[in-house]
């Protein structure tokens, strides 16, 4: 059993927690995962690695409510405990020779693309950070990507907050006016990633994409996670939880990813109800 720390809301919809899980702490980089359930009962999920501490043996996850199991786990308070808290699994996010990277990051994927942030600032790298949001009222993280930044640009969709558009319109502005970058990291819903790679395309930086895609066991062999790339004019197989989470965006064949991720959203929605029902009559 794994003892919930602290718990914190960052807007209505994602939540902040912190797992006393010593050897996972010990050993987390940024850009792997761990699978949990909160109950016996419960469906194995991935959540990424927000951040950890390893003196205190604790590990930071930020999720999104969307289904039953994180409707579940979201009703869980400070001092309770969930079952399982599996990791590090995943390979982490690489970094070496990356001197000046733009971090580009959409909605609940900025929770991911925090730690990969901090990293490359902790190791010295020019770190430009951009992050995108529906409206104000979702906004996460924006003083800690801005602690970890060299430059920060926020930008959200209808224009409630900062600048008004999508993550593509300054990394293209960037782009176009002669910035370089060693590398981009793109994280955040598969349609942002798959505009974003495209955007980046004509100038030939290169892009890392993070992938989230269904998991199940997260040891490669239930295969739930599996991807399509393009690699040498060959479509390869590749799996989400022992070759990634991270992949070369320009071989991502990302409209099967998106029509795979769509298979059971109406499920999640009907499971969610259930559980928002049961709590409500409980």
Do not use: W
Request: hydrophobic share 40%; proline share 5%; aromatic share 6%.
């Amino acid at each position: 059993m794994y003892k919930i720390v602290r718990k914190k809301a960052l807007n209505p919809t994602v939540t902040q927690m912190e797992i006393e899980a010593p050897l996972v702490a010990a050993k987390a980089k940024p850009g792997q995962f761990i699978i949990l359930r909160v109950d016996e009962e419960g469906e194995r999920i991935p959540l990424t690695v927000a951040g950890t501490s390893p003196q205190e043996g604790t590990v930071k996850i930020i999720f999104q409510i969307v289904g039953a199991t994180t409707e579940l786990l979201n009703h869980r308070n400070e001092g309770e405990f969930i079952q399982d808290f599996v990791g590090p699994l995943g390979v982490p996010t690489h970094t070496e020779g990356i001197r000046k990277v733009c971090i580009v990051g959409g909605g609940v994927g900025c929770a991911i693309a925090m730690p990969v942030a901090q990293e490359f600032h902790r190791l010295g790298a020019e770190v430009t950070s951009i992050i995108g949001f529906r409206s104000r009222d979702l906004l996460i993280l924006e003083d800690e990507f801005r602690a970890c930044s060299d430059r920060l640009v926020v930008m959200t969709d209808d224009g409630s907050y900062a600048r008004h558009g999508n993550v593509t319109v300054p990394l293209k502005e960037m782009l176009e006016a002669g910035e370089t970058f060693d590398a981009i990291i793109t994280i955040g819903p598969l349609i942002m990633m798959k505009f974003v790679t495209l955007t980046a395309k004509p100038f030939g930086v290169p892009v890392t994409a993070s992938m989230n895609p269904i998991m199940i066991d997260g040891t490669g062999m239930c295969g739930g996670c599996r991807l399509t790339l393009q690699q040498d004019g060959k479509r390869v197989t590749k799996f989400a939880c022992v070759d990634g989470p991270d992949f070369n965006a320009y071989e991502i064949d990302f409209d099967e990813a998106m029509s795979r991720g769509r298979m059971y959203s109406a499920y999640e929605r009907r499971a969610r109800e259930e559980v928002c029902n049961l709590f409500k009559n409980a």
